[in-house]
């Protein structure tokens, strides 16, 4: 199994509510990533966890909040969005946080924040 | 943070043609990757040149790097209508930093 998978593929949301993306791959990777991509833009980093660890936060607003339950998952949390907040979120693995890795993508949650 | 810049922004070629694709990037790099990104999709892995290659090929994917220019390029030689695609330039610095950082971003078109 070489997928990463994210659910759900599609969200809408109102700024008052509260969500979860999913993310799950069964690789073995340690290394996890939220990335986050507005249109005709490069993917942005948000987080990364390393050994279920978080190991960088991009100075992302507090009204995202990742989750690494264990190895094989990783949730992006969100409460109180803003419509700026409509974006591409992708989340990512790797065996490892070293510089020589790959990174395997997942498709992406497309969020809409009204 | 961008670290690389890509260009051209766009481009728009006929089926069987070559298409070069450049990245430059602001620090010294482990190594140069290339990703491809179908619209609205997730990223697919095409290509990695370590910082002491110069030239790498895979299959029709040809890469080169040129770390005193801090730059490097993508060549799809013979394209075809599915090659149509955004391609990203990445890089981790080489100062510890555990995240890849990614290029700008070129559209490629290929018209059949």
């Known amino acids: 199994d070489t997928e990463v998978t994210q659910t759900p593929k599609h969200l809408v949301m109102g700024m008052t509510n509260k969500k979860s993306l999913k993310c799950e791959q069964h690789?073995?990777?340690?290394?996890m990533y939220w990335y986050k991509q507005k249109a005709k833009k490069p993917p942005e980093l948000m987080f990364v966890?390393?050994?279920?660890?978080?190991?960088i936060n991009e100075s992302v607003p507090s009204r995202f909040s990742p989750e690494c339950p264990n190895s094989s998952l990783l949730n992006l949390h969100l409460h109180a969005l803003q419509p700026e907040d409509s974006a591409l979120y992708l989340c990512?693995?790797?065996?490892?946080?070293?510089?020589?890795?790959?990174?395997?993508f997942g498709s992406g949650t497309q969020l809409s924040v009204l | 943070s961008q670290q690389g810049e890509e260009d051209p922004q766009a481009l728009s070629i006929q089926e069987g043609e070559n298409a070069t694709m450049n990245c430059s990037y602001k620090t010294s790099i482990n190594n140069l990757q290339w990703y491809r990104q179908n619209s609205g999709r997730g990223l697919v892995h095409l290509i990695l040149i370590r910082s002491n290659e110069r030239e790498k090929h895979s299959g029709r994917l040809r890469v080169t790097l040129d770390t005193s220019k801090k730059s490097g390029s993508l060549l799809i030689t013979a394209s075809r209508a599915a090659d149509t695609a955004s391609y990203f330039c990445a890089t981790h610095g080489d100062t510890g930093r555990r995240a890849l950082t990614f290029g700008s971003g070129t559209r490629l078109q290929v018209q059949p």
């Open positions: 690789m073995g990777h340690r290394a």
């Open positions: 990512a693995s790797s065996p490892s946080d070293s510089s020589n890795e790959k990174l395997f």
């Open positions: 966890y390393s050994y279920e660890k978080l190991s």
